[in-house]
């Protein structure tokens, strides 16, 4: 859940010098499958990162994935893993106030929010596909997908590749609300670990409120901290998640406010349209929310503020269990690098059995330990606002609301 702030450009950086010896690469825990595939596209990438300018909008690149059909996400993040990669490796923050191609992934920024996000090119649908609308959703799960991948902690970061400097500022990992609670100088959890693995809490938590039945972590009911020099300190929370993974996969650029209240209430055009779903009636509309969905939640010590935003994935828990790529969703591996779940999986007023016999459909958000797929149950389902849709907006049947009760 991402802290209520004010937005702040980038302002007076001074570069820092990288490290390697001290510093882990970001993406030493990638996934064996990923480096192979972007073997060839990272050493391409190597002079556009010292110098060449940033992706921009006006450049289109064609899917190569055949059919006329839309392809599913799992086969569309397949098809495009390397030119992901190649994304990824690029320049990813914007280039200005000091913000260079050489520095953008250590330089020392005013806040302890690092740079702003550059702007990705659209990535064009292959000829013969008859349902582009689909096609989009998917290309939006499949990044989803990609980044869930690379084991990001929770971390008020504006963009994932960026490495704070070595400096209590920039680095603390004290104890703080990714429920968007009280303000705390935390910037990035210590449930997410250098290697990729995250602390695992250990069954259903403790009831927060007598009059709510809402779930948090319990200090007794999770695994012992480890040293604050093993955590992962690149990450993203929930509103620069969900703006972040619309931008890399070429749909809105940077235009996704990140700041979570901004995010949740704006109406500015080409930012789709706000639907009237909230807790009242979320169970009744539930079957006609689409993946890319972005479902807004109140919070925990003030209701009546938004401090949260989840991606709705539209497949239920046995869907992807059964799916092409199970193996990442085995409770069994909660915790593990690669695991698709959060560390707090269990947590969401759902034990084991209910999962099979409830089958709920799950979001995607970074919370806890960074972004991971959680089931739409306690909470979340308690505590839904309102729904933006971006893709296709204009589609469907859910009555649309001008300003949503949290907004006013």
């Known amino acids: 859940m991402a802290a209520v ?74 098809a ?20 260079t191609s050489a520095n953008w992934a250590t330089v020392a920024t005013h806040d302890s929010w690092g740079p702003r996000a550059t702007t990705y090119a659209p990535i064009a649908p292959p000829p013969g596909v008859t349902d582009v609308a689909a096609w989009r959703r998917e290309l939006l799960l499949a990044t989803v997908n990609y980044w869930v991948e690379q084991d990001l902690n929770y971390c008020h970061h504006h963009i994932p590749g960026w490495t704070p400097p070595n400096e209590p500022k920039y680095r603390n990992s004290s104890g703080g609300s990714t429920s968007g609670g009280a303000p705390s100088p935390m910037t990035c959890t210590a449930n997410r670990f250098a290697d990729g693995h995250q602390r695992v809490t250990k069954g259903k938590a403790h009831v927060c409120s007598a009059t709510k039945a809402h779930y948090c972590d319990s200090p007794g009911e999770i695994d012992s901290p480890e040293p604050a020099q093993q955590v992962r300190w690149q990450g993203v929370d929930c509103s620069d998640f969900t703006s972040w993974v619309y931008n890399f996969a070429g749909f809105l650029g940077a235009a996704l406010p990140t700041a979570i209240t901004k995010q949740a209430c704006t109406t500015d055009a080409g930012l789709g349209k706000l639907l009237a779903v909230d807790a009242s009636n979320v169970a009744t509309y539930e079957d006609q929310l689409r993946p890319g969905d972005l479902l807004y939640i109140r919070g925990l010590e003030d209701p009546s503020k938004i401090t949260h935003v989840v991606i709705w994935s539209g497949m239920r828990w046995k869907d992807l269990r059964a799916g092409a790529a199970g193996a990442a969703y085995d409770p069994a591996a909660v915790g593990t690098p690669g695991s698709r779940l959060g560390g707090d999986f269990t947590t969401y007023s759902l034990t084991a059995a209910e999962l099979e016999t409830r089958n709920p459909y799950m979001i995607v958000d970074s919370h806890y330990a960074g972004p991971a797929y959680r089931p739409f149950a306690g909470w979340y389902a308690q505590s839904v606002a309102h729904v933006r849709r971006i893709l296709d907006a204009d589609s469907g049947s859910i009555p649309e609301v001008t300003k949503p009760a949290a907004c006013e």
């Not at 495009?80 to 913000?99: F, P, Y």
């Open 5 to 78: 702030r004010r937005e702040m450009a980038p302002s007076g950086a001074r570069v820092l010098a990288l490290n390697l010896a001290a510093e882990a690469s970001f993406w030493s825990a990638m996934p064996t499958l990923s480096r192979l595939a972007a073997a060839s596209a990272i050493a391409s990438m190597l002079v556009g990162c010292s110098g060449s300018p940033p992706p921009v909008e006006s450049t289109h690149e064609a899917d190569t994935t055949s059919g006329a059909a839309a392809p599913e996400r799992e086969a569309l993040l397949a």
């Open 80 to 99: 495009h893993r390397a030119e992901l990669d190649a994304r990824r490796d690029a320049v990813q923050a914007k280039l200005s106030g000091g913000i």
